[in-house]
C-alpha cells in the first residue's frame, strides 16, 4: 500500500488477519489453495446449504445489498433448472475488487459458485467480465486447472458437494456501464442488448430466456466458498450491524495507491480510511464513497459516517460498490462531481425519458456551476427541480443514483459552490482524480 502505519480495521493482500485476500501475493493456483483452505466436503444438502447462506446474512457486494439466500430461493421455486451468473464487469472504471479476485483467487470464486449452483439446483454457472478484461483468461486457466487437477468438492472424502461440479463458461459483456445491470446482463447473455430491461419479474425469477437467474458479483459468491468451510458464526464475526462479514474495498483518487484493494473488516470511519491510504503527507477534504454513483461526504461528515456492508441504517451512507475515492484539498469537488455526471450521463441507455433527456440537463447544470457560469443560483434551482423529476422514473437506478451523487456534491461543497456563483475557484490542480473510460474528453469547463 504504502502507508506506513497499519489500520487495524482494513487488511491488505497477505495479511495474516485478512479473509479473501488471505494467502499468497500472486495468484494462487489449485494446488496452493486447496492445500490453504482445504477442499468444500461440506455433507449438506441443496436445503441445509440454502440455510447456512441464510444463517450468515450474507449480501450482495456489488451495491444493491440484496440478501443472496433470497435470490437463491426465488430461484429455487420456479421449477425449473436455474441458472447461475458471477457479475465481475464492474462498471467504474476505478473498481477494481471483483478483477482483483479474478486474477488472484479464480478458485475462491469458483468454488463460491459451485456451492450457489448447488444451493440453487443449477448445473450451469456463467462468469461475467467486461470485453476486454485480463481476467477472463485466469479464470479460464483455473477452470482448466480444475478439470486436470484434483476435484476442489472430492478431494476429502464425500458428501453433498462431491457430487459433479457445474459447468462453467466465461462470457465477455460490452465495456459499458449500464452493461452490468442484472436485467442488462441477462439481457445480453440471452442474446439481446446488453440495456435494462422493465422488471416485470425479478432476475432470480425470470432473467436468460425467462430462466430463473441467480446474478452474485465475484466478491459475493468468494464469501460463500469461506461461509462453506468454516460456518456461519464464523463468517458473522466480522463486519457491523447492517450487514456480516468483511467487504473489499477499491482506493481510488488522491491517496498513495489508487486502484489497491483492501478488505475492511470492521466498520470504520471514512475518515480514517482516507487519513491512512493518503498517508501523513497529504491534506484531503472529501471522500466519495461507495463508486461514481455514490456519496460526497466532506471531512467533518467523514468523520461521523461508518463504512461497513449492508443496507445503511438511518442517517448511514451505503457503500455501493466498494470505491472509496478521495480528493486532495487544492482539487475543485464541484468540478471532480461534474466531470463524473457527465461521464455517467454519457453511459446511458437512452430508453427512458429520464436516462435519454434527464441525465444530460443535470450534466450540462453541473459543469455549468463547475465553470462559474452566471446564473449559479438559477443553476442550483434547475438541479433541485431535475433532481424531483427524475428519481424513481427510470428503467434502472442509473438517474437516482447520478442525480443523488449530484446533490452530495452540492451539499458537501456547498463553500465551493458559493465561489463558482461568484465566478471564483479555490482549486489550485486540475481535475481528474479519478479514472474514465478510454476517449472521454468532455471536460467542457476545465
Known amino acids: 500500500m504504502g502507508s506506513p502505519e497499519r489500520l487495524a480495521t482494513v487488511a491488505r493482500l497477505g495479511d495474516a488477519d485478512a479473509r479473501l485476500l488471505g494467502g499468497p501475493a500472486g495468484a494462487e493456483r489449485l494446488d496452493s489453495h486447496l492445500s490453504r483452505l482445504g477442499p468444500l466436503t461440506a455433507d449438506a444438502g441443496a436445503e441445509d446449504l440454502l440455510a447456512l447462506v441464510e444463517q450468515a446474512g450474507i449480501t450482495g457486494r456489488g451495491g444493491g445489498h440484496f440478501p443472496l439466500w433470497r435470490k437463491i430461493e426465488a430461484a429455487r421455486r420456479r421449477g425449473c433448472p436455474p441458472l447461475v451468473v458471477v457479475n465481475a464487469t464492474e462498471g467504474e472504471p476505478a473498481s477494481a475488487k471483483d478483477r482483483t479476485l479474478l486474477e488472484l483467487r479464480p478458485h475462491l470464486v469458483l468454488d463460491g459458485a459451485t456451492v450457489v449452483a448447488r444451493a440453487a439446483g443449477a448445473s450451469t454457472v456463467l462468469v461475467a467480465v467486461h470485453r476486454g478484461s485480463t481476467a477472463a483468461a485466469s479464470v479460464l486457466g483455473a477452470v482448466a486447472e480444475r478439470q ?11 458428501g453433498a458437494l462431491a457430487g459433479p461440479a457445474p459447468t462453467f463458461h466465461v462470457v465477455d459483456v460490452p465495456d459499458q456501464y449500464v452493461a452490468g445491470e442484472s436485467s442488462a446482463l441477462a439481457s445480453f447473455l440471452g442474446g439481446g442488448e446488453a440495456r435494462p430491461t422493465s422488471k416485470v419479474r425479478p432476475t432470480a425469477e425470470s432473467g436468460i430466456d425467462g430462466r430463473p437467474t441467480v446474478v452474485s458479483n465475484a466478491e459475493t459468491v468468494a464469501h460463500v466458498a469461506l461461509i462453506a468451510r468454516f460456518g456461519a458464526p464464523w463468517f458473522r464475526t466480522a463486519g457491523g450491524a447492517t450487514g456480516p462479514g468483511s467487504m473489499l474495498l477499491t482506493l481510488a483518487g488522491d491517496v498513495q495507491a489508487p486502484g489497491s484493494v483492501v478488505e475492511l473488516l470492521r466498520p470504520t470511519a471514512a475518515a480514517d480510511i482516507a487519513s491512512w491510504a493518503c498517508g501523513p503527507d497529504r491534506n484531503w477534504q472529501a471522500v466519495l464513497v461507495g463508486g461514481y454513483s455514490g456519496t460526497w461526504l466532506d471531512r467533518q461528515q467523514a468523520t461521523t459516517t461508518l463504512l461497513q456492508p449492508g443496507r445503511p441504517g438511518a442517517g448511514g451512507v451505503s457503500a455501493g460498490c466498494g470505491i472509496i475515492g478521495v ?27 429520464a436516462c435519454a433527456y434527464g441525465l444530460p440537463l443535470v450534466a450540462t447544470q453541473m459543469e455549468a456551476l463547475a465553470a462559474g457560469q452566471a446564473g449559479g443560483r438559477r443553476t442550483g434551482r434547475r438541479l433541485a427541480s431535475l433532481a424531483e423529476n427524475l428519481v424513481g422514473r427510470g428503467l434502472c437506478s442509473l438517474p437516482d443514483g447520478t442525480v443523488a451523487m449530484a446533490e452530495s456534491a452540492l451539499d458537501a461543497f456547498h463553500d465551493e459552490a458559493r465561489l463558482h456563483q461568484r465566478r471564483r475557484c479555490s482549486a489550485a490542480s486540475p481535475v481528474g482524480a479519478f479514472p474514465l473510460t478510454r476517449g472521454f474528453t468532455r471536460d467542457h469547463w476545465a
Open 148 to 158: 486436470t487437477g484434483p476435484v476442489p468438492s472430492t478431494a476429502a472424502g464425500t
Open 327 to 353: 480528493i486532495d484539498e487544492d482539487r475543485c469537488g464541484l468540478g471532480e462531481a461534474a466531470r463524473l455526471v457527465r461521464w455517467l450521463s454519457d453511459q446511458r441507455a437512452g430508453q427512458c425519458g
